[in-house]
Nanobody, 115 residues
Framework: QVQLVESGGGLVQAGGSLRLSCAAS????????IGWYRQVPGNQRELVAVFGSGDSTNYADSVKGRFTISRDNAKNTVYLQMNSLLPEDTAVYYCYARAWGLVFWGQGTQVTVSS
């Protein structure tokens, strides 16, 4: 079992920045994938940015050039730096991890971007 705890969400004006953090209860090195998804009410949860095998990264086209995923293995923490935020980035952001054939989710953190 892996516990994921997100922090850093909030309200920001369009064009602003936020940094999300996800603290994991297990070593990041033991995970096949870890990163971020987001969900708007009524829509499916969508990938934002994820570390995959060999520390490869995968970003949604809508956030490329604006968001950056990073990690601190010593702290078992993954970050999502979000710059040039847009109102359409408003969503609940979830930390995601896949390990040992299982998928784990955090509780989510709300990000609201006002126009």
């Amino acid at each position: 079992q892996v516990q994921l705890v997100e922090s850093g969400g909030g309200l920001v004006q369009a064009g602003g920045s936020l940094r999300l953090s996800c603290a994991a209860s297990a070593s990041l090195r033991s995970m096949a994938a870890i990163g971020w998804y987001r969900q708007v009410p009524g829509n499916q949860r969508e990938l934002v940015a994820v570390f995959g095998s060999g520390d490869s990264t995968n970003y949604a086209d809508s956030v490329k050039g604006r968001f950056t995923i990073s990690r601190d293995n010593a702290k078992n923490t993954v970050y999502l730096q979000m710059n040039s935020l847009l109102p359409e980035d408003t969503a609940v952001y979830y930390c995601y991890a896949r390990a040992w054939g299982l998928v784990f989710w955090g509780q989510g953190t709300q990000v609201t971007v006002s126009s």
